[in-house]
């Protein structure tokens, strides 16, 4: 994820107004309560959005695996994860309709996966 995420958080804690704190201080808010009151609810939509990013990530990125520990994913495939394989498929085996397949059927994961983070982790207004 990288700087990437840590943008995404910096500008959503940025639009938290300074009022808001101000109340919380005059309330006698301590760190804690700052953080699990006022600024977690209201980053839930960065978080929800890095989630999803990083799982999208995580299961199409291969480039790292192949350099590191080739297109087999190491010794019995320990690291492989599915962009890998389809990478794998479509170049060492020369079945670029299954690679297709897979992409297809990888997607539908991501998608489903998707939804059920849209659903456990819905912003409330």
Known sequence: MGAFGVLVYLAGL???GTEVYEAADLDGAGWFRKFWSIELPLILTQVRMNLIVVCIGTL???STILILFGEN???GGVVSVPGL???RVAFAEQKAGL???AGVVLFMIIYL???ANNRMLKARH
């Open 14 to 16: 940025q639009n938290i």
């Open 60 to 62: 199409q990125d291969f």
């Open 73 to 75: 994913g190491g010794p």
């Open 85 to 87: 394989y389809m990478y």
């Open 99 to 101: 690679a297709c397949a």
């Open 113 to 115: 996966l998707t939804l």
